[in-house]
């Protein structure tokens, strides 16, 4: 079956959101086989503790990939204690240059409770302005949502709730079944 043919998985959104000293990162559990759910339940926001640090992590894209990009993370993060902007930036190059993680299609979203990055194959390391950050494909529509209420009185994890339940009814790719971790800084 040629590439093109084969019908292409998708389904995530994942939000970032950063207020009153905490950051709430959660995703939603489908996974999609071109018009076919898949699977309504998959946890795609993770904590992590290398060398005793919290960092919490949510992922858009494979599976496969995303884990193998995590388990990086945390061995960059073993090597540079509590410096996740350091990590993420190895991470980043590291991801840049191997022919072998070149070809990993995932995308990520990580904090230690004070920072917040989204971290790509291009080389990007991104802090996101408005405390907002979404990756996946309700992320357009999740970070709208999100930003249009950062200025009330919800918390960061109401935000992020709402906004995703806004991308829930939006994307058909995005369901209302959410991981949610939280982390103070």
Not at 41 to 49: D, G, I, Q
Not at 83 to 100: F, G, M, N, P
Not at 156 to 167: D, F, L, N, P, S
Request: proline share 2%; hydrophobic share 45%; charged share 25%.
């Amino acid at each position: 079956m040629a590439d093109n043919d084969f019908p292409g998985w998708h389904g995530t959104t994942i939000i970032g959101v950063k207020k009153d000293g905490q950051i709430v990162i959660a995703g939603d559990g489908q996974v999609s086989l071109g018009q076919t759910v898949i699977k309504g339940t998959a946890r795609k926001v993770r904590r992590l503790s290398p060398g005793g640090s919290e960092v919490v992590a949510g992922f858009a894209g494979s599976t496969a990939d995303a884990f193998t990009l995590l388990e990086r993370l945390e061995a960059k993060l073993e090597a540079t204690p509590g410096q996740l902007a350091r990590a993420s930036v190895e991470l980043a190059k590291d991801w840049r240059t191997d022919k072998y993680l070149q070809k990993l299609e995932a995308m990520l979203i990580v904090t230690d409770g004070k920072d917040m990055f989204v971290i790509t194959g291009a080389g990007d390391v991104l802090e996101p302005e408005h405390n907002v950050a979404a990756i996946g494909s309700g992320g357009n529509f999740a970070l709208a949502a999100a930003r249009a209420m950062m200025d009330s009185d919800k918390s960061a994890e109401e935000v992020a709730r709402q906004a995703m339940a806004i991308a829930a009814d939006i994307c058909v790719y995005t369901n209302g079944n959410l991981t949610v971790e939280t982390i103070s800084g």
